[in-house]
């Protein structure tokens, strides 16, 4: 298994340009969930999604959007990117009813709004 | 108030001894689990350890070991026999059952430096 795969890995934006982060995970899991971490900080949820068809907003959604159409992909949209948007991203997922639900955690997209 | 709180921004520990990292927690959520992540160089996250808020024993994964002090909302990660490869970010997580998402709020983590 590949686990949850993310791309790109890094990605250089001009302010109001948009992009879409790609998120796949390959272990059946429903839940997924899109965190940012700026520098020095913690995770936050952006958004997150208990099965295909359904998402909903975390702490921090503003200026993100997403779908999950399978249980497979999660991408995350980003319309007008703005230099507060300048973070890496993290794509997760678990599974529903496992022993204590741990989280697993893609690679990581590095993305910069200049 | 912060849900997570990781009061050591860094620490330093010789190699082969012993590190404590702090983690303390806000909820009032009965059901919720804790979790330990490693975050080194590379970007990654590692989970490490798991401690469940119905668990009545302290929960251990080969030389991690987390302390779990309820009435103190205390769950502080300890590495024993410390290794140069333990040099990274930790960060504590809490996931509140009653959330129904199970996402997790994490710490600003701590920057630990193993010391040869």
């Known amino acids: 298994n590949a686990g949850v795969t993310q791309t790109p890995k890094f990605r250089i934006l001009k302010i109001g340009q948009s992009m879409t982060l790609q998120c796949t995970q390959d272990?059946?899991?429903?839940?997924m969930y899109w965190y940012r971490q700026d520098p020095g900080m913690g995770l936050k949820l952006i958004y997150y999604?208990?099965?295909?068809?359904?998402?909903d907003k975390g702490e921090v959604p503003n200026g993100y959007n997403v779908s999950r159409s399978t249980t497979e992909d999660f991408p995350l949209r980003l319309e007008l990117a703005a230099p507060s948007q300048t973070s890496v991203y993290f794509c997760a997922s678990s599974k529903q009813g496992a022993s204590y639900n741990e989280q697993f955690f893609g690679p990581g997209t590095r993305l910069t709004v200049l | 108030a912060q849900k997570i709180t990781q009061t050591q921004p860094g620490m330093f520990v010789q190699e082969k001894e012993a590190v404590t990292l702090d983690c303390t927690y806000d909820?009032?959520?009965?059901?919720?689990?804790l979790f330990w992540y490693k975050q080194p160089s590379s970007g990654e996250m590692i989970f490490l350890i798991y401690q469940g808020s119905y668990d009545q024993q302290n929960a251990t994964e080969g030389r991690y070991s987390l302390n779990f002090q309820k009435a103190r909302k205390s769950a502080n990660l300890v590495i024993s026999a410390s290794q140069l490869g333990d040099s990274a970010m930790y960060f504590c997580?809490?996931?509140?059952?009653?959330?129904?998402?199970?996402?997790?709020?994490f710490g600003k983590g701590t920057k630990l430096s193993v010391i040869p």
């Open positions: 997580a809490m996931r509140e059952t009653g959330a129904g998402s199970y996402q997790l709020t």
């Open positions: 909820t009032s959520d009965p059901s919720y689990g």
């Open positions: 272990m059946n899991h429903n839940y």
């Open positions: 999604s208990v099965g295909a068809g359904i998402t």
